[in-house]
């Protein structure tokens, strides 16, 4: 008797496993860390005007990336987002943190 994935004129399809929320993103926080410390550095040689504003356009797009990037891999692996509660609350934030971003760099310009 054959097993059902090795009939004639079907195929099995491997399952794939689920990412695992860090699965990929050693990288990428590491780029972040550097980046950041890059920053602090290059704050260090300024003559520091404006500090609350230079920090607070530093920190919106840091901030909005990681929201971004916790609920979509929350929804990669375990379809957190859709699954457990209604998404308005996730487009609340995002476009919150979204219009952010230009409003607190041009207040360093």
């Known amino acids: 008797m054959?097993?059902?994935g090795a009939m004639k004129g079907t195929t099995m399809v491997?399952?794939?496993a689920r990412p695992n929320l860090w699965t990929g993103q050693?990288?990428?926080l590491g780029c972040l860390v550097v980046l950041l410390f890059l920053v602090v550095v290059?704050?260090?040689s300024t003559d520091r005007e404006?500090?609350?504003a230079f920090w607070t356009?530093?920190?919106i797009p840091v901030v909005d990336q990681f929201y971004v990037w916790l609920a979509w891999r929350l929804e990669l692996s375990r379809q957190a987002v859709s699954r457990h509660m209604d998404t308005r609350p996730y487009l609340w934030g995002f476009f919150i943190l979204l219009t952010c971003?230009?409003?607190s760099a041009f207040t360093v310009a």
């Open 14 to 16: 491997p399952r794939i």
């Open 57 to 59: 356009a530093v920190a």
């Open 42 to 44: 290059a704050w260090q």
């Open 50 to 52: 404006h500090p609350w």
């Open 101 to 103: 971003r230009p409003i």
């Open 2 to 4: 054959q097993s059902r």
């Open 26 to 28: 050693w990288l990428h």
